[in-house]
């Protein structure tokens, strides 16, 4: 199966902007990955951010957006607050087969 | 307000047996791909199998295939996860997890002698 790869851990200041990114084993991240954004803190359930790409739910906060960049899909958080500090997933779709990423770590200091 | 709620997880010995089950309110569920996602203790989360809206699809990872089964019932809107030769490796909380974005909570399976 394919692998997905992300930054294992970045840092932001409050108020500062953070780009995450997830990418495939198999070449370049499309559309066709169907790439899914997952925010996941300690002791609790995930809750899911992105679809496709690009697409908030409406309990998605205003400041993460999706897209896809340099091959990649990219999960931007703009204006960071500090209850934004936890586990970020992505996702990636392979015919049905679906995997996740490791998860990247973000500490707000 | 949407509802996901998992059950049936247990302590079982290696090669032991489980089912899984996931019922799902608040949403359309007949319409939703549905996943099983589990994280065993500090780590990361795996995906585990899905299935398509009618059941007629259903995808595995590969370490579970011929070992684990999913399944759904749209009139009871629940999906289930048969578990067999069970593994210590395969300890972990288990998500349920609609394509529509919705996770519950978990239910936790532990394979131990």
């Known amino acids: 199966q394919a692998v997905v790869t992300q930054e294992p851990s970045l840092t932001v200041s409050p108020g500062g902007t953070v780009t995450l990114t997830c990418g495939s084993s198999t070449g370049a991240v499309t559309s066709g990955h169907y790439p899914y954004w997952f925010q996941q803190k300690p002791g609790q359930a995930p809750t899911t951010l992105i679809h496709?790409?690009?697409n908030k739910y409406s309990w998605t906060p205003a400041r993460f957006s999706g897209s896809l960049l340099g091959g990649k899909a990219a999960l931007t958080l703009s204006g960071a607050q500090p209850e934004d500090e936890a586990e970020y997933y992505c996702?990636?779709?392979?015919?049905?087969?679906?995997?996740f990423g490791g998860g990247t770590k973000v500490t707000i200091l | 307000e949407v509802h996901l709620v998992e059950s049936g997880g247990d302590l079982v010995q290696p090669g032991g047996s489980l089912r899984l089950s996931c019922v799902a309110s608040?949403?359309?569920?007949?319409?939703?791909?549905m996943n099983w996602v589990r994280q065993a203790p500090g780590r990361g989360l795996e995906w585990v199998a899905n299935?398509?809206?009618?059941?007629?699809?259903?995808y595995y990872m590969d370490s579970v295939k011929g070992r684990f089964t999913i399944s759904r019932d749209n009139d009871k809107n629940s999906v289930y996860l048969e578990m067999n030769s069970l593994r210590a490796e395969d300890t972990a909380l288990y998500y349920c997890?609609?394509?529509?974005?919705?996770w519950g909570q978990g239910t936790l399976v532990s394979v131990s002698a």
């Open positions: 496709h790409v690009n």
């Open positions: 997890f609609s394509g529509v974005g919705h």
């Open positions: 608040g949403f359309t569920f007949s319409s939703a791909w």
């Open positions: 996702l990636l779709v392979y015919n049905g087969v679906v995997v």
């Open positions: 299935v398509n809206p009618d059941g007629s699809g259903k």
